[in-house]
């Protein structure tokens, strides 16, 4: 998996590498184009967010990849042909502690009604 993701050390090092697919067909065949091309997307996105926020609410440390081969990734867990891996997610104990990043105010990027 540490290939599939040109390398990233906490692929390697992870106690657990999930690998969340969005299921094509059955995207297709509820809802047409859009389901494969959008709905499925946002399902894998959700489900994604839902795995951090569980691991960490159990004091786990993790990290939402998105950048890897596909076909690859496809290839080591034998994922059917209508399945595309759309994240990866390193889970483990983390090795340290960073502090927390700057958050943006809401009103750099809310807007009501019009930008």
């Known amino acids: 998996m540490s290939h599939a993701s040109f390398g990233q050390k906490q692929v390697q090092a992870a106690s657990v590498v999930f690998v969340v697919c969005a299921d094509l067909k059955k995207a297709q065949d509820s ?4 389901g494969r091309s959008l709905y499925c997307i946002q399902d894998t996105a959700a489900f994604t967010q839902n795995i951090l926020l569980t691991a960490c609410s159990l004091g ?8 890897f081969e596909e076909e ?13 891996p759309v994240a990866m997610i390193s889970v483990g104990y983390s090795a340290e502690s960073p502090s927390q990043r700057p958050r ?4 750099e990027f809310v807007h009501q009604e019009t930008f």
Request: hydrophobic letters at 35%; aromatic letters at 6%; proline letters at 7%.
């Open 31 to 34: 809802y047409g184009d859009h």
């Open 60 to 67: 786990l440390g993790t990290c939402w990849i998105g950048a």
């Open 72 to 84: 690859t990734v496809k290839k080591v867990v034998n994922a059917p042909e209508d399945m595309c």
């Open 104 to 107: 943006r105010l809401p009103s």
